[in-house]
């Protein structure tokens, strides 16, 4: 289970990465007394203290999943995300499409324990994420690679000194990649990483994650100080006690970006979607 919670956290790791490095690159030149873990240290608070700042937006997904595209529209509540089917590879969704999909969010608006849940581990992923954060600048070695484009290239590679503690922190300390800062507003335009060594649970007697596993992720500013992910491609494969296979493959892309109501709920979202 925890294993699995792992692979979960797979594309957050990669977002904590990213933000980090985007605010460690910020900071001004003002300071070259500092040493690179200090700046580091000084992203990671800066970061936790962004992170308290919520705000919420709908949009256009389209998502590739088992040789299909998926057209969604997307209304992020305080409950979560609610998606709506659009379309099926270029053709509107099926009755029986329709109709699972409007058995799920029934479901949901009766099950009030159910939205609570998923609320709860929402926030205990927003937990896993702000530990994870403060270990950033311990765990990896960062090296400038310079301009390209509006944007600075910056290498990140694991701290061979770094002692992972748990599974979360051995997933991000397995990382090896490239990210993109802009310029303008000192965040991140773009990353691309990989799992350059597999990693394994209790020698793998709990299970492992594969080497070559693969993230790829480009961003975009929408407001002054909001950035949201606008592509995500995640590639991992592994295995979990008893020959269970562990598959986490996501390519998606958001468009059409609109802020919506800080305060909107899951029943407000499918009220606009014509479902409650």
């Known amino acids: 289970m925890e ?3 792992t692979i979960s956290l797979f594309p957050h ?5 990213m933000l980090t490095v985007a605010a460690a690159v910020a900071l001004p030149p003002s300071l070259p007394s500092q ?8 992203a990671c608070y800066n970061e936790l203290q962004h992170g308290e700042r919520k705000t919420l937006w709908s949009y256009t997904a389209e998502r590739h999943n088992h040789d299909h595209v998926f057209r969604e529209q997307v209304i992020e509540t305080v409950d979560g995300p609610v998606r709506h089917l659009l379309a099926v590879d270029g053709h509107p969704p099926t009755s029986g499409q329709i109709k699972e999909e409007e058995d799920q969010h029934q479901e949901l608006l009766k099950n009030l324990s159910g939205r609570h ?3 709860k581990q929402r926030d205990d992923d927003d937990k896993t994420m702000e530990e994870l954060l403060r270990i950033i600048p311990d765990a990896f070695i960062f090296e400038d690679q310079g301009k390209e484009g509006e944007s600075e290239r910056i290498a990140f590679h694991p701290n061979p000194g770094f002692k992972p503690k748990t599974y979360e922190q051995r997933v991000l300390h397995a ?3 490239i990210v993109f800062i802009d310029l303008h ?11 350059e060594t597999p990693v394994k649970f209790a020698y793998g007697l709990i299970g492992h994650v594969e080497q070559g596993g693969t993230t790829e992720i480009t961003r975009v500013n929408l407001s002054p100080g909001v950035w949201k992910t606008s592509a995500e491609k995640i590639d ?18 958001r468009t059409g970006f609109e802020p919506v109501a800080p305060d909107t709920t899951f029943p407000q979202a499918l009220d606009k979607f014509g479902q409650k």
């Open 3 to 5: 294993l699995s919670r």
């Open 35 to 42: 040493t690179p873990k200090e700046l580091i240290g000084d």
């Open 13 to 17: 790791v990669s977002r904590f990465l």
């Open 185 to 195: 507003e000192k965040r991140i335009a773009r990353l691309s990483g990989s799992l």
């Open 117 to 119: 849940a998923i609320r």
């Open 175 to 177: 990382l090896d990649g």
């Open 236 to 253: 991992i494969d592994g295995r979990l006690v008893v020959l269970k296979t562990i598959n986490k493959h996501q390519d998606e892309s």
